[in-house]
């Protein structure tokens, strides 16, 4: 029986405390009587005959949906859209859930006689994915079965003539998406739902959609009003996809969707890579020792070297659960069960978060976490892993831990850098940014280029990042960055810090010497339900 | 009198070129100038008159003189042994203040009728340099006649002289003459978008003649250091980055495609280079776009440049040179109104020119701006 996640208070005895940073690791010693430890539940029982799960969730679906194969039809327009290389995180070990039910969704097409199908990687402004990501996710069946004659392929959001404008939403938002997945009968969105954020209309409407669509809910003001964006009821990020949903409805769009969990077992049960996963006071001499090599070794190592190290790793996630049929419905049982993995009950607020950030995010697969995506993923997705308040108060201090390197991958993230070195230079404050430079970057062309032709995110990208921030942003009274280069950490606004020790004496200046300290050891992830 | 003297010393000029490529400004130390007592510059003739120097600036062309990195160019127009020091401000036996325009003309140099330029007022084009009745010089402070700033007594033909407004500070007036070369740059720009590359004295000084004469105009700067950075942004500069980071801005602010070598397709209608070297004349080439003006306003000397770009795209390459007398009036009124004393940041006496020079070549690495002597506390200077 897997072991919840629950908060540890620290004291005299507790031994220091993991904190990921980057490519490398640390270990802090939290001050005792006035620190807690917020840990993520062990991992919950994967689903033992998957692919069994999956044909009785296609033959049984959720809400006012037919079984998949009633709704297969000879001669008809079928379209898979499936999640891209942002999820999951780190990427699972074959087989890859996205290719076990697209293979199964396949089997019934190919038994009802449906001979035009198309598979769509939706991946909205993302970098498009190449040959052997795509192949890691649908499986080498599938891909040699569909890329060569054209019929699996990257959405192109830039793409013009193969959008389709289907309507606004009440509140005046367009709606957006890919041409063929709209004019098709069905569409069957395959989705992997790592956090809660993930899935339901926002698979489609965002997945398969345009900046046209898009910068009605990635914007500075929907991202405010989302408290949290991982809590859907309390999002407006995902109201206005639910509105866009119902516009996809009206339209005639039909959405078959599919959605999956995983369990919290990140880092494997064996090897050296299973001691992140354990609680430091159960680390056996054993654990210690592999700790203790590993840290040295990868501090030993060229950044390049530890990078590809960590971009190998693939995880040996179970899954927990299958769900299809109608969108909202399969959505609320769907994020139940996320829940049962990640949410741990946390009493009050904190004055000061820590955090130590891992070497990725959604948006670096295979490549470079830039302090854009820093930021992005300490004031944006860890930072929201919360329901009901933030962990931290407000004008709380927030501490992350990570190199924060003033590198950039030139090839995925190319916008990144002009928005780092000019948009930065000139102002951190995300309304201005919004203001004064989105619809330059959003409308250049050679970012358009590069997002269509080569594995560039789309030119707006580091604006979404800054603002998935925003809300943190505005919330914290300070920011400090511990161990990241000090040019970066000043460039993205924040304080730098060398040491955990230093980064607590200047958090002191904000909420005094005796605040409350809260660690959130994520990952694997673990999100709090602050009451 | 005290005077520092620039003479022809071939090995001490070879030492000053080695030195001076270890480390900018050591030149001073081993090279030809010398800290002299002299007698002082005869009057050439009528209309001419003594000067007495407050302050004088270094230039960077004074610094490539001491360093031994300036260009032969200059051999035929300037005359051994000279007194350097061409931005001053001084005064005349009646006490009152002026500040020189250097440039040597026709009237200066008593030829008559003045050759084309001089006569229509541009100065800075005369036709008869190196000829006339004084010795050669392109202007004071490179011409062994006249004598230059960096000593405390010079002679200036009375057209060379500018009243300096009561209101306006010694350390202000002495950056009347590099404003005025600001001034002659912006006229010459004419584009509605443009990258100042540099931002040492000239290059802030010509950002700020830029905003003055072309007060919509979009204004892209270059800064290496944190105090260079401020300045240029408030001085008029729209968008101030790293050297590094140019290519990029451009590229974003003007929607150019970018090859796979980075080259852009497009670029700015022009550029001004406030630096003159290699590098920065390769970067302006770079960003600028086909059919663009790049304008070499530092002072360039010999360097290696690949003008590929500038033959497939068309880019005219001008130099802007000194000024025309009324780009002093303006001058006046700029370093009036945006107090540009300021980015005087320090002065040394005479006798401590070895310093004054060294800190002058790494003035922006020091957080300083402009570097000058200062004559005012000379002792010899009031026996002359």
């Known amino acids: ?531 | 009198m005290k005077a520092l003297v620039f003479s022809r010393k071939p090995a001490k000029f070879a030492a000053a070129m080695l030195a001076g490529r270890l480390s900018p400004g050591s030149g001073a130390r081993v090279g030809p100038l010398a800290l002299r007592d002299i007698d002082p510059p005869e009057l050439p003739g009528p209309g001419w008159v003594r000067v007495r120097p407050r302050l004088s600036g270094i230039c960077g062309s004074d610094l490539a003189i001491v360093d031994g990195t300036s260009s032969r160019w200059f051999e035929p127009i300037v005359s051994f042994p000279f007194t350097p020091g061409h931005e001053v401000v001084g005064e005349l036996d009646d006490g009152s203040r002026v500040a020189i325009v250097p440039v040597l003309s026709c009237v200066a140099r008593d030829i008559s009728p003045a050759c084309t330029p001089c006569a229509e007022g541009r100065i800075n084009h005369c036709e008869r340099i190196g000829f006339g009745n004084l010795e050669p010089g392109l202007q004071c402070g490179f011409c062994e006649s006249t004598g230059g700033g960096w000593s405390t007594l010079m002679v200036a033909h009375e057209q060379q002289l500018v009243t300096v407004p009561t209101q306006i500070s010694d350390e202000a007036a002495v950056l009347i003459e590099p404003t005025a070369c600001a001034v002659h740059a912006a006229s010459q720009v004419r584009a509605p978008r443009v990258a100042v590359i540099g931002a040492g004295t000239l290059g802030l000084l010509t950002i700020a003649a830029l905003r003055h004469t072309h007060p919509t105009i979009e204004l892209i700067a270059t800064a290496k250091h944190p105090h260079q950075r401020a300045l240029a942004a408030e001085l008029g500069a729209d968008h101030v980055v790293a050297p590094t980071e140019l290519e990029r801005a451009v590229r974003a602010r003007t929607g150019s495609m970018r090859l796979d070598s980075g080259q852009l397709t497009g670029g700015l209608p022009a550029v001004v280079d406030c630096v003159g070297s290699h590098e920065s004349i390769a970067q302006a080439l770079r960003i600028a776009a086909p059919g663009a003006t790049v304008h070499a306003v530092g002072m360039p000397g010999v360097t290696t440049v690949d003008l590929t770009p500038l033959w497939q795209r068309e880019v005219a390459l001008r130099g802007a040179y000194a000024y025309e007398r009324d780009d002093f009036d303006t001058a006046i009124d700029l370093v009036d109104s945006l107090d540009l004393g300021r980015l005087v940041s320090a002065t040394y006496p005479l006798r401590h020119f070895v310093d004054a020079v060294a800190h002058a070549a790494s003035a922006g690495a020091r957080g300083a701006v402009k570097i000058a002597f200062d004559l005012r506390s000379e002792k010899e200077r009031e026996s002359i």
């Open chain 1, 1 to 531: 029986m897997p072991r919840p996640g629950f908060v540890l208070e620290v004291d005299r005895s507790t031994p220091p405390i993991l904190f990921h940073h980057g490519e490398s690791l640390r270990l802090e010693k939290l001050p005792a009587g006035r620190s807690r430890v917020l840990y993520p539940g062990e991992p919950l029982a994967a689903l033992e005959d998957v692919d069994g799960e999956i044909r009785q969730a296609l033959d049984n679906p959720l809400g006012d949906s037919q079984p998949l194969r009633a709704l297969l039809k000879p001669g008809m327009k079928l379209t898979i859209a499936f999640d891209d290389i942002s999820l999951p995180l780190p990427p699972m070990r074959r087989p890859d859930v996205r290719q076990r039910v697209i293979e199964a969704v396949l089997d019934l097409a190919a038994a009802a006689g449906v001979d035009d199908v198309h598979l769509i990687a939706a991946l909205a402004l993302h970098r498009r994915m190449t040959e052997a990501e795509l192949r890691h996710a649908v499986g080498d069946r599938v891909y040699d079965a569909f890329a060569p004659q054209g019929h699996l392929y990257n959405h192109d959001a830039e793409d013009v003539d193969n959008l389709a404008f289907l309507g606004t939403t009440r509140h005046g938002e367009e709606v957006e998406i890919n041409k063929r997945a709209a004019d098709s009968d069905l569409i069957v969105y395959v989705n992997i739902n790592l956090v809660s954020m993930d899935g339901g209309w926002k698979s489609t409407a965002t997945g398969l959609s345009s900046y046209r669509s898009l910068r009605h809910h990635h914007n500075v003001k929907t991202m405010q009003q989302s408290r949290s964006f991982m809590d859907r009821h309390a999002s407006e990020l995902h109201s206005s996809n639910w509105r866009m949903g119902e516009v996809l409805r009206d339209a005639g769009v039909k959405v078959f969707q599919i959605e999956t969990t995983l369990n919290n077992d990140t880092f494997g049960t064996s090897g050296p890579m299973s001691v992140l996963q354990k609680r430091e006071w159960e680390w056996t001499a054993r654990d210690r020792a592999t700790f203790v090599g590993m840290k040295a070794g990868l501090d030993r190592m060229p950044i390049g070297v530890r990078r590809k190290i960590f971009n190998s790793w693939k995880a040996p996630y179970g899954v927990t659960s299958v769900q299809a049929g109608e969108v909202e419905a399969v959505h609320e049982v769907t994020t139940a069960n996320v829940f049962k993995q990640q949410l741990v009950a946390v009493e009050g607020q904190t004055d000061i978060l820590t955090m130590g950030l891992p070497y990725i995010c959604p948006y670096n697969v295979n490549s470079v976490m830039n302090p854009i995506l820093v930021m992005c993923l300490g004031l944006g997705y860890f930072f929201n892993m919360y329901r009901g308040k933030p962990l931290v108060r407000e004008g709380g201090v927030l501490i992350m831990s990570h190199p924060t390197p003033w590198e950039f991958n030139p090839v995925h993230h190319p916008s990144y850098i002009d928005f780092f070195e000019h948009v930065l230079a000139d102002t951190t404050d995300p309304l201005e940014i919004e203001a004064r430079y989105e619809k330059q970057y959003a409308e250049d062309e050679w970012y358009r280029h590069l997002y269509r032709t080569s594995y560039a995110y789309h030119g707006v990208h580091p604006f979404y990042m800054w603002y998935w921030g925003c809300h943190g942003l505005s919330h914290m009274g300070k920011v400090i960055i511990v161990g990241g280069d000090p040019r970066s950490v000043r460039r993205l606004g924040f304080t730098p810090a060398s040491t955990l020790n230093d980064a607590l004496e200047m958090a002191s200046d904000v909420v005094g010497r005796d605040a409350s300290i809260t660690h959130l050891h994520n990952p694997p992830i673990v999100m709090a339900d602050v009451t």
